[in-house]
């Protein structure tokens, strides 16, 4: 009898190991999502606080299970927002999962081309 493991097994540190790349992967990931919403926050003013009077809250709509369904993703991306933003700006941000965000943008595409192409034509 051989006391080899089956070849199929996978050792349980190379499955650890497995975990890891995927953490730091996700982790990276977030980081990068996090950079882009601070991207498009500065482009917007909307990256601070000018006073206290101003504190509006700023509304990110986000689609997609990645951050919908697996919560160390949308940990690693509040946590990141929150190093990268003021830290009396990041209470003002909310976060909101986005329900069929890909028809909505692609709506809101294609309704912004026609009322261009209208203006441009005339009508």
Partial sequence: MSSRAPKNEIS??????????????????AGLAAAGIL??????????????????????????????KYTKFRGYLLETLQELL?????????????HDG??????IIAASYSSENNSRNGT
């Fill in 39 to 68: 991207a498009i926050l500065m482009k917007l003013g909307r990256n601070t606080i000018t006073n206290v009077k101003e504190q509006k809250k700023t509304v990110i709509a986000i689609d997609g299970s990645l951050y919908c």
């Fill in 12 to 29: 349980l540190e190379k499955k650890r190991l497995v975990v890891k790349v995927c953490e730091i992967i996700t982790r990276r990931s």
């Fill in 86 to 98: 003021p830290d009396d700006f990041f209470p003002t941000v909310d976060l909101q999962q986005a």
């Fill in 102 to 107: 890909s028809g909505i943008g692609a709506a």
